[in-house]
DNA sequence: GCAAGGTC
């Protein structure tokens, strides 16, 4: 081969390795070198490729682990006690490397030395886009030239099918600055603020558990914009168990039989909470004595089969499903991605993208598992295109099997969790569920009465996907429009609401989802913090009222509950105990007190910080999740380019030292609560 | 001893 004029080197740089890796293998076409870097995570990998623009290149293609850059105050602010909480609101903010993502930066510098582009593959979100700022400054680092115009772009892919990556490969495009400052901004606020109000938090309220408790122990009590309205959803729900006040209604039960079969017939009206009016309505259906049948149609239905699976949605099933609690699906989850056998479990994205080649993935999960034949029944013409959601973050496909692997290959959680991804993906590839649905009216007196039944014709879906139940129900007898039948049966019936069950952990996580608190990555978090604050515990829902059936002591006598006399002096009936019927979930196998759903109850102190800063009576609550969506729209206008992040930041900093003014006005407010909660009645403490 | 966001 002749000697080679000096070639053009390009840096890649990916925002984790596996999408290093990844690229690497597409781009560089069987020929990669592969070299260690200071980092045991982080590769380099080099190869060859014709970029269009640029034309034969040295590509180095490496990757950081999420971002490369740490912020927190100047090391005169570490002193609790040393200045004002306040202060952090403008202190100054140093910015430095962690240790061990040191060899990380210098391997970026070191290669970026020689290179003519800096090729950033970060994510295509907010965070990827402040990540690829960062490599950015580090290659600047190393190689000031690459400041010159049209030296640094950044890859636009969602997936890491071949096709789009070359079309990616082939298709640089700027990074986003503004983008970048949202995400500079939320940092920034996030650490002033939650420093400063965890710091007031705790030095002005951990004192009065030490007055009153001694040398017990009271550990940090921290705010935070994620953790305090997760804390708050779990207390609101509680507070409305607790102060739960059933109440009498009446319904006129009507049953038929016809055939040798019993239907029972549903009043439209379902119930009414008066007691005259129900007993005349149900007289006017004796008085009349004759029923007729107004409508009967049959007609079929489907049940859609689920959703691609997003990171949210594999938390809420792995509680329902799988009896593991978010963190623990995460991290089980993120051990099958880096062992190859599911693609990247963080993903708000529920659409496939064209492109992905579906039914290769399908074949794959031929090869074994009790899904093998039904895999196959795909391939041999089943297979059907999975429905499209709503989002897509354009950053990761749906989670979905990368690989077969032998279920008997996985420890039990894995093998549990792998098995949910690969049935979830199935299903998405099968036909929806058919079944023909009958449904029939009657007029009795002035009143209408429902009643239907289901037929399920072909399960579809089902079969691979044993998480969801539809089942045929009753048949129902012959009825023709016009018929005329006198009831065998007509009564009025008494019955008492029943309280919601305490919050449960898919519930929680909807609640997050729906309101923006945390991310696909960090909501496990949140919701762990808040358990190991002390704010909340968690017990396993029981599927029936306390006391029933008594097969399963075990299940309660494991955790010690903090205080259980956190409404003392409440108004409102006991009684309240967890059962909500709703969340059902899937029967255990086999036996069944509980459901393998937590429920979550607030302690003492979660009460009296949620209480105690409502009571403060501040329009914006800081336990309710406004604040996070108003950071959340400041964060998308400067995506936008409509505000500026020192904006921004000024102008929220100002909202909350103003909270924080108000805060210490009335600090008596929340340090009540803790009394009235914690440490026992109010009056014990009166000096 | 603080937050939330990346990732391993």
Known sequence: MPPRRQQTKVLCVAEKPSIAKAVASHLGG???????????????????????????????????????????????????????????FEAPIQTYIQDDLKPIAENIKSQARFAKYLYIWTDCDREGENIGDEIRQEALKGNASLSQPNRIFRARFSNIERAHIINAACNPVTLDDAQANAVYSRIELDLRIGACFTRNLTLSVQPLF????????????????????????????YLRVRNFVPETFWTIKVMHEKEDIKVNFRWARNHLFDRMPAVILFERCLAARIAR????????????????????????????????????????????????????????????????????????????????????????????????????????????????????????????????????????????????????????????????????????????????????????PDFQEGEVFEPTEARIQDGKTSPPGYLTEPELIALMDANGIGTDATMAEHILKIKERNYAWVQPRGRRPQGNDGDDEAESGGEAPPAANATRGRRGRGGARGRGGRGGGVEGPGRGATTGVQEFIPTTLGVALVEGYENMGFE???????????????????????????????????????????????????????????????EAHNG
């Open 30 to 88: 069987g020929q990669v070198n592969t070299h260690n870097t200071g980092n045991r995570y982080v590769k380099n990998y080099v190869f060859q490729y014709n970029f269009p623009a640029w034309g034969e290149c040295e590509v180095t293609m490496t990757s950081v682990l999420g971002h490369l850059v740490s912020r927190d105050f100047e090391s005169r602010y570490n002193n609790w006690r040393a200045c004002d909480p306040s202060a952090l």
């Open 210 to 237: 030490h007055q009153h408790f001694g040398n017990r122990e009271q550990g940090l009590i921290s705010y935070g914009s994620c953790q305090f309205p997760t804390l708050g959803f779990v207390v609101e729900r």
């Open 293 to 476: 049948v107004t409508k009967v149609q049959t007609k079929p239905t489907s049940k859609w089969k689920p959703l691609p699976l997003t990171t949210v949605e594999l938390q809420k099933c792995g509680s329902r499903f799988l009896y593991m609690d978010s963190s623990r699906v995460m991290t089980v989850a993120e051990s099958l991605y880096t062992k190859g056998w599911i693609s990247y479990p963080r993903t708000e994205t529920d659409q496939f993208d064209g492109g992905m080649d579906l039914r290769a993935l399908v074949q794959k999960q031929t090869q074994g598992g009790p899904w093998a034949g039904l895999a196959q029944a795909l391939m041999n013409g089943g297979f059907s295109a999975p429905r499209n959601g709503r989002n897509n973050d354009k950053a990761h496909p749906p989670i979905h099997p990368v690989n077969f692997v032998e279920p008997t290959q996985l420890d039990a959680q894995e093998r549990s969790v792998y098995e949910f991804v690969v049935r979830r993906f199935l299903a998405c590839c099968s036909e929806d569920a058919r079944g023909s649905k009958t449904d029939i009216s009657i007029l009795y007196g002035t009143e209408t009465f429902n009643a239907s039944g289901l037929v399920v014709l072909a399960r579809n879906y089902l079969d691979v996907y044993k998480y969801d139940r539809w089942t045929s129900s009753q048949v129902l």
């Open 620 to 682: 914006i609550s800081l336990t309710k999740p406004f604040l996070r969506k108003e950071m959340e729209l400041k964060m998308k206008a400067i995506c936008d380019g409509q505000r500026t992040k020192a904006e921004v930041v000024h102008e929220t900093i100002e909202q909350y030292r103003d909270v924080y003014v108000r805060t210490q006005q009335r600090l008596n407010v929340l340090r009540d609560a803790v009394r009235k909660y914690c440490l026992g009645p109010i």
